[in-house]
């Protein structure tokens, strides 16, 4: 018997299986209560002789020990090579990829793009380093005008030819340039100015430059095209106001305001109590651009308007500082999501 338990201590020794119903074969053979291996030679025990029980008890024990130690070890090797580890949920709904968002400047410059789109305007762009020509001289700009002054300007090496656009009226050069009416089409686009940054200005910031040339364009038009435009894009029943204004490129000129959007007219902080808001200048194309730019002028009228796009971003969400738009800070860049 002895030796019989020496033989399954060898027999534990070399088992070996990586499958739970296995081992617990296993554990049913040496351990069960009943005709378990282990539980037979204890039953056995008994009837050793006095002399021998000693040995044989150390021995019987050896095995027993070994038949636990081995259902152990084997069960821990199962658990650690489990894909699924305990804790593990796999029902639960994975973290949220983080989307990013669109700027604010460009959102309020998409949706003025769709609306003008609607009303079959093409958007055209030009470069935001310009020569005085394009900015300037062709805009009908008297050679002593204020705004060519150094304070306003940034020039480019100190060459007064060249320079940073300080709007987006110098595309309406480029489009027109060489171009034969109608031309309907939008320049949105970056602008710069030497000015100081504050709350209400910036050196740089974005237009959107509209132009409309063909036969017969009135003033009507112009006034249809932007009341259209108003109510698509601060709703429905919003009202105009056209004041008479200068432009060196518009002949008549005139600065559009639209019934305050925050509180409808009736007088507010944002509009001053005066129930209107200042929001673009626009006017009739001068004959001398026209000509500058090789359009008949006694064939062709046409208007044209400028807009700030981040004034409409701020009066659209109401943001009351102009800087934050170029902060890039992403507690206020989120909330455009
Ligand atoms: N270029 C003007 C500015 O920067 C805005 C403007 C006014 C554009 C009237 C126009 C216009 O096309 O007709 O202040």
């Not at 031309?183 to 959107?208: D, K, M, W, Y």
């Not at 559009?256 to 209107?276: A, I, P, Q, R, Y």
Request: aromatic share 10%; charged share 25%.
């Amino acid at each position: 018997m002895l030796n019989k338990t020496k033989t399954h201590i060898e027999e534990v020794a070399r088992f070996h299986s990586d499958k739970a119903d296995e081992i617990e074969a296993f554990r049913i053979k040496y351990l069960s209560k009943k005709g378990g291996i282990v539980t037979d030679l204890f039953a056995a025990f008994k009837d050793v002789p006095a002399e021998d029980k000693k040995e044989f008890g150390q021995v019987l024990n050896q095995l027993k020990d070994a038949v636990s130690a081995k259902i152990e070890e084997l069960k821990a090797n199962l658990k650690s090579g489990d894909t699924k580890p305990e804790g593990l949920d796999m029902t639960l709904p994975a973290d949220g990829a983080f989307m990013g968002s669109r700027h604010p400047v460009s959102l309020v410059m998409n949706e003025i793009s769709e609306i003008f789109t609607r009303l079959g305007y093409t958007i055209s762009e030009g470069p935001e380093i310009e020569d005085d020509w394009h900015v300037f001289s062709a805009l009908n700009f008297p050679p002593e005008h204020p705004a060519r002054d150094m304070q306003d300007t940034f020039f480019i090496e100190r060459n007064p030819e060249i320079l940073l656009r300080t709007h987006t009226s110098s595309v309406q050069v480029r489009v027109m340039d060489g171009a034969k009416p109608p031309i309907r089409t939008i320049s949105p686009g970056r602008v710069f100015r030497n000015e100081a940054i504050s709350a209400r200005a910036h050196c740089i910031f974005h237009q959107l430059e509209g132009l409309y040339i063909d036969e017969n364009v009135s003033f009507a038009d112009l006034k249809q095209t932007l009341l259209y435009f108003a109510e698509e894009f601060f709703g429905k029943g919003t009202q105009i106001r056209l004041r008479p204004s200068f432009f060196p490129f518009t002949e008549p000129s005139a600065e559009m305001d639209v019934s305050c959007t925050l509180c409808g007219g009736k007088g507010c902080n944002v509009c001053k109590h005066s129930g209107w808001l200042e929001v673009l200048g626009c006017g009739m194309v001068d004959p001398n651009v026209l000509q500058n730019c090789g359009i008949d002028s006694e064939k062709y009228t046409g208007f044209a308007f400028g807009l700030g796009m981040e004034r409409l971003a701020m009066l659209k969400y109401g943001v009351h500082d102009l800087r934050l738009f170029f902060e890039n800070d992403l507690r206020f860049l989120r909330q455009f999501r």
